[in-house]
């Protein structure tokens, strides 16, 4: 009986993923951008999620930064914001008390020549080194996630694949070195 209470509830719902491309060439830099309610694509994207109006939100390509500061800017500024639209209708602000933000491997140095171009970059920000990082990024957590809750998250109980091997998945298909004899060796 639990169960079905559980999913009904959970069908009801309202769940979205959004990509709203929130990210910037360098670290700080959408800190900066989300500090005054005048940055124009903050503000679309801050209306379409007003409009849509989900109760669990996941923003794709939205910088990590460790301290939430992004996050907290974004609802300060833009979420909690009423908008006018072309159409004369008024948005209504928004609420997310509950959020999760965790560190990617998007710009993560990996130490390798990953692009096989003679050059292993190790530097953030440097030309070529978002091609030899873990996940493509000129910092590390550029295209990171945001996840935004109007139900409580329990923290402990979420679970990263940020160490888990692409080797490792199932019928992963692994590029090869042609200058080999092994398979899938790159």
């Known amino acids: 009986m639990l169960a079905i209470g559980v999913r009904s509830i959970m069908a009801s719902i309202r769940k979205a993923n959004f990509n709203a491309s929130l990210n910037?060439?360098?670290?700080?830099e959408l800190i900066g951008d989300l500090s005054a309610p005048d940055d124009e694509q903050a503000q679309a994207v801050a209306q379409i999620i007003q409009i849509v109006n989900p109760d669990v939100l996941l923003i794709n390509e939205f910088d990590f930064?460790?301290?939430?500061?992004?996050?907290?800017l974004f609802g300060d500024n833009y979420l909690s914001v009423w908008y006018s639209l072309p159409?004369?209708?008024?948005?209504?602000?928004?609420?997310?008390p509950f959020f999760y933000l965790a560190p990617s491997n998007t710009g993560?140095?990996?130490g390798f020549d990953l692009?096989?171009?003679?050059?292993?970059?190790?530097?953030?920000?440097?030309?070529g080194y978002g091609n030899d990082a873990f996940g493509f990024g000129n910092f590390p957590g550029q295209f990171g996630m945001l996840l935004l809750s109007k139900f409580p998250?329990?923290?402990d109980q979420v679970r990263?694949?940020?160490d888990f091997l692409w080797q490792d998945?199932?019928?992963?298909?692994?590029?090869d070195n042609p200058e080999t004899p092994a398979p899938n060796d790159w």
């Open 169 to 175: 998945m199932p019928g992963a298909l692994l590029p």
């Open 115 to 127: 692009e096989n171009n003679g050059e292993i970059v190790t530097t953030p920000g440097e030309l």
């Open 24 to 28: 910037r060439n360098s670290a700080g």
């Open 160 to 162: 990263t694949f940020q």
């Open 65 to 72: 930064d460790p301290n939430g500061i992004a996050q907290t």
């Open 153 to 155: 998250i329990i923290d």
């Open 108 to 110: 993560v140095a990996s």
């Open 87 to 96: 159409t004369g209708e008024e948005t209504t602000p928004v609420e997310y």
